[in-house]
């Protein structure tokens, strides 16, 4: 799949984009021809470097679990370039709760919710009336497998992203007649800090069970059945197809990458 150029002439605001899938998604969109905006709650050096060697690129310093920041990063975008016409939402995280259901307070729960479900609806409503003045507005959100394939590990988490690919699935009913595509991507495990590093989900679990979290990753790769996880350039060559010309025809659509770990059709 060529995405060279695919979105030339562009303006995309990807929120969640210092590292992992969402600055995947930065390198991709500017690689494709777009102007993007970079939300992130601090400065990366791989954001910097981006800017340092000439990148179209405007990164914004923004906390997006604040009700107004997904507002403020569309703002810019707007007084920058004057307009979006592709919102990539990617902003997520997640706590592994080893102790189970009861251990989860109602402040995690709405801490959860707010990062992966509700930094999305302020980012798709501040964007919306942009896109729809584009007149070919598009929208791809970074949801999660775990959408349908429930864990309790990561029980809120899992309750979260259902509602948010819920909600795309939802919106692009509404919005799909007014020009702008909605779809979902549904990532399995990814080679990110989120599962890899010092507190992602594999550092917890290995410290819970008492076991290398190395270990655990191997184990959760191995349920694929490429035996692998995805890679964050994987999940970013998709968003981009899913944001370009070439996939004109297809909204409301949820797009799982995650190496045949789960059975749907």
């Not at 939300?39 to 340092?52: F, N």
């Not at 997640?94 to 302020?122: H, K, Q, Y």
């Not at 598009?138 to 029980?155: E, K, Y």
């Not at 594999?202 to 694929?224: F, I, L, T």
Request: net charge negative; hydrophobic share 45%.
């Amino acid at each position: 799949m060529s995405t060279s150029g695919a979105l030339a002439g562009r303006t995309a605001v990807v929120t969640g984009a210092g590292r992992g899938i969402g600055l995947a998604v930065v390198e991709a969109c500017l690689a494709a021809g777009a102007r993007v905006v970079a939300g992130t709650r601090t400065h990366t050096e791989s954001l910097d470097l981006l800017v340092k060697q000439g990148a179209e690129l405007t990164v914004v310093e923004v906390d997006l679990a604040l009700p107004e920041a997904p507002a403020e990063l569309v703002a810019e975008a707007v007084a920058v370039h004057g307009g979006v016409d592709v919102l990539v939402n990617n902003v997520g995280a997640v706590r592994p709760r080893p102790e189970g259901f009861l251990s989860v307070t109602d402040d995690e729960w709405e801490w959860t919710f707010t990062i992966n479900f509700m930094a999305a609806v302020r980012a798709t409503r501040a964007a919306l009336p942009h896109l729809i003045a584009a007149g070919d507005g598009r929208i791809v959100t970074v949801s999660s497998v775990n959408a349908r394939l429930p864990d309790p590990l990561v029980i809120d988490y899992c309750a979260a992203k259902a509602a948010l690919t819920n909600f795309c699935k939802a919106l692009s009913k509404e919005v799909g007649p007014r020009g702008v595509r909605v779809n979902t991507v549904g990532p399995g495990p990814v080679e990110t800090a989120l599962w890899q590093g010092d507190g992602g989900v594999a550092a917890a679990v290995g410290r819970s069970r008492g076991v290398d979290p190395a270990e655990v990753a191997q184990g959760a790769a191995a349920q694929a059945v490429t035996g692998r996880f995805s890679r964050p350039s994987e999940i970013a060559d998709l968003v981009v197809h899913l944001a370009g010309p070439s996939s004109a025809n297809i909204t409301g659509a949820d797009f799982v990458i995650d190496g045949g770990l789960v059975d749907s059709l």
